[in-house]
Every structure is written in structure tokens, then in C-alpha cells.
């Protein structure tokens, strides 16, 4: 009876050498991703221009620096003077995003608590079947 247990102790083992290593990286890079995100601050940015499917944005930086950027459409195409909410990063001012950083890491630290979850569980069994 304890050749079922001692093989499915192995199989536990290799599931967690394998899921707990990337488990743990992912989450790391998740709170990095999420760290980095929340530096971002909305402005408004006004578009200058529409050309096809481009439109160009000013907005005014920290300090009272204007920028400008040129960004593709999605969706219906604004007027000129229309306002827009863009987010920028202080080591990047020039260069807005489009879309809420918010989410941004929450894909890698649901992968990666799923699998580090996954690695304990199978570090829990590998290690208490033995004593069955």
C-alpha cells in the first residue's frame, strides 16, 4: 500500500519544484509591474489635430512644460479641442498612455498566486505523505 503513496509523494515533489520557483518570479514581477504603474498621473490633454486616423495631444507636464504627442484612433474620432484623459510617468513625460494603468500586473500576480499556491500545496503533500 505505500507504493501508491510514495509514487503520488514523487509526482507532489516534481509539481512543486515546478510551480513554486515560477510562482514566486511571476508574483515578483506582478509587484514590480503594479509598483511601477502607480507612479502614473492622469492629466488632460487637449487634441491639436486630426490626420486619419492620428490625432496629436498637448498637455502641460510638472513644472508647466508642454508636451506633444501623436497617437493612433480607436473608436470615433474626436473633434479638435476635445479633452482627454492621458496618464504619464515622471521619468517619461513625453510620451502618454491611452489606457488606465491600474491593471497593469494583475494577469501575472493571479498566475502567479495560483501557482504558488499550487507549489505549497504539492511542497505540503510531497513532504506529509511519507508519514501515511
Do not use: Q
Not at 486619419?52 to 474626436?78: M, N
Not at 491600474?102 to 495560483?114: F, M, N, Q
Amino acid at each position: 500500500m505505500t507504493e501508491p503513496l510514495d509514487a503520488i509523494a514523487i509526482a507532489a515533489e516534481v509539481f512543486a519544484w515546478l510551480t513554486l520557483p515560477v510562482g514566486i518570479v511571476l508574483l515578483i514581477c506582478g509587484l514590480a509591474r503594479r509598483s511601477w504603474s502607480k507612479r502614473y498621473a492622469a492629466v488632460k490633454a487637449v487634441i491639436t489635430t486630426v490626420h486619419d486616423r492620428d490625432a496629436k495631444l498637448r498637455w502641460f507636464a510638472d513644472g508647466g512644460a508642454v508636451h506633444e504627442s501623436t497617437s493612433p484612433l480607436t473608436g470615433p474620432i474626436p473633434a479638435v479641442g476635445d479633452a482627454r484623459t492621458v496618464w504619464v510617468h515622471p521619468s517619461r513625460p513625453e510620451s502618454p498612455r491611452l489606457d488606465d494603468p491600474a491593471h497593469d500586473g494583475r494577469v501575472l500576480l493571479t498566475l502567479g498566486g495560483i501557482l504558488t499556491g499550487v507549489g505549497v500545496v504539492a511542497t505540503l503533500v510531497s513532504n506529509l505523505l511519507p508519514f501515511f
